[in-house]
C-alpha cells in the first residue's frame, strides 16, 4: 500500500490518520506541489490532486473516496455504518468536511500559511459557521455521526478542524470542539500533524 502525500494538507493527513487508526502498514511517497502536474502522476490521479492510495494495483483518489475505501476494505463496520439511518448521518457530515470546513477554515489556512488568492474575510465567516454548527452538535455528544465510536466522519473534519487556529480562527471559545479533538488524539493509532497542538 502506497500513499501520494503532501504534508501540508489536512486532506492527506485524514489519509495518514485513519490508517493509522486502522494500524495498516504502508509507503509514504512524500511529493512537492510540481509533482502534481506529472504525467505519471495525472495517470493515478486525473484531478493532479492528493492524496492518492494504491492497494493491490488500484489507485484511489481524493480524501473521501479514500476514507470510505479503507473503512469498507479493512475497518470494522462501525467506521461506516450500512444502515440507511447512521450512514446518512456519517455522509452529513462528510458533506460539511466538503464544504464548509473546505471553502471556511481550509481556505483561510490556505490565505495565511501558503499565499493563496481566497477571500480570508469570507473563508473565515464561512469557516466561523462551520465551527459553530460543530460545536453545538457536539455540545452533548461524543462523535459526529454516531454514539459511542468515532467514524469516518470524524476522521473527514479533523485535521482542518485542529488546524483552524492556522486559519486565524482560535479554538478557545469552543470547549465541545476542543474536548472531541482530545477524544480523537486519544485514539489508539492517532497520528499528529505540524500544526495541530495535542
Known sequence: MRLYDLEVSGNCHKIRLML?????DYTLQSLQRE???TEAFLALSPRGQVPVLEDEGEAVWDSMAILVYLA????AAEWLPTEPLPMARVMQWLAVSENEILYGIARARAVLKLGRPFDLSACQHMGRQALDIMETHLTDREWL???GHPTIADVACYPYVALAPEA???LASYPSIRAWLGRLQALPGYV???GIEA
Do not use: N
Open 72 to 75: 469498507r476494505r479493512y475497518g
Open 145 to 147: 455521526a454516531s454514539e
Open 35 to 37: 509533482d502534481t502536474t
Open 192 to 194: 499528529g500533524m505540524a
Open 20 to 24: 493509522g487508526l486502522l494500524s495498516l
Open 168 to 170: 486565524g480562527l482560535p
